[in-house]
């Protein structure tokens, strides 16, 4: 797959997320869970839908990943037991979109990462995929994922 690789510069972005350590093969649990529990919260908060969700990656240590499982909000919103007010920062950002299954985004973060060593651009080890789209809506091969690296100032 081609990827379009872009720099691209974003304002700050309110959220609601939950952070855990976890191992790879418990992940997709944990963003179930996550989402759930999110969810629920702004459903009380008497939000209907949620915004963007995302997973932020703090590393990429496949048996101690360091996550952050959440929805872009419209709005702040105080945080809730395990559920943190954050704010994804402004900055500059390497971004693609991967379409596809999700297992084959590793082509893409390769592909962004000579991109980077190219451009000269050190990414800060954070990485955010914000979901376009649902498994549960589109087939696997028309899954949307932008994947974003932020950049050190």
Known sequence: MEYVIELV????????????????????HEIGSAYASITSYLADLGI?????PYIAYYNM??????????????AEY?????INAETIPAGKWVSFIHKGPYKEMGHG??????????????????????YLNSPEAV???????????????
């Open 109 to 130: 973060y390769t592909a962004a990462t000579k991109w980077m060593q190219e451009h000269r651009y050190h990414a800060t080890g954070i990485v955010y995929e914000y």
């Open 9 to 28: 510069e974003t304002e700050r972005m309110p959220s609601l997320s939950i952070r855990k350590t976890v191992t790879a093969d418990h992940l997709p």
């Open 78 to 82: 105080p945080g809730y037991g395990d």
């Open 48 to 52: 209907k839908e949620p915004g963007q």
């Open 61 to 74: 240590d496949m048996q101690n990943l360091d996550v952050e499982m959440g929805f872009v909000t419209n």
């Open 139 to 153: 087939a696997e091969s028309e899954l949307m994922t932008k994947v974003e690296f932020l950049l050190q100032a």
